[in-house]
């Protein structure tokens, strides 16, 4: 059983930065793509990035290019968010999510296709 666990949200002011986490258990990390999303309060869920492991290669929104950063660590199974420069139209709950099949530029932000979930995580940015 795929289980996504997000944690390091929480409150910041504008300017400010915060790193998520997302430990995945049961997940066959390699040649798969994860991601994060975001949803705001009376927004639709939209995508933030994405990392393919089966190339390494990252994707992001526009609107958090060079501001935020996806990384991983095999080792750990864990994906990272790095988010610096926050803005308070950053404010959302954030999930990880993983698919078990590739992504690129075309697909990567499509919500359903990606197969599991996390519990999502809390970032609210003030100004």
């Known amino acids: 059983q795929v289980q996504l666990v997000e944690s390091g949200g929480g409150s910041v002011q504008a300017g400010g930065s915060l790193r998520l986490s997302c430990a995945a258990f049961g997940y066959a990390y390699s040649s798969n793509c994860m991601g994060w999303f975001r949803q705001a309060p009376g927004k639709e869920r939209e995508g933030v990035a994405a990392?393919?492991?089966?190339?390494?290669?990252?994707y992001y929104a526009d609107s958090v290019k060079g501001r935020f950063t996806i990384s991983q660590d095999n080792a750990k199974n864990t994906l990272y968010l790095q988010m610096n420069s926050l803005k308070p139209e950053d404010t959302a709950m954030y999930y990880c999510?993983?698919?078990?099949?590739?992504?690129?530029?075309?697909?990567?932000?499509?919500?359903?296709?990606?197969?599991?979930w996390g519990q999502g995580t809390q970032v609210t940015v003030s100004s």
């Open positions: 990392f393919y492991t089966g190339s390494d290669r990252t």
């Open positions: 999510a993983a698919r078990a099949s590739w992504c690129t530029n075309y697909n990567w932000a499509r919500s359903n296709e990606y197969n599991y």
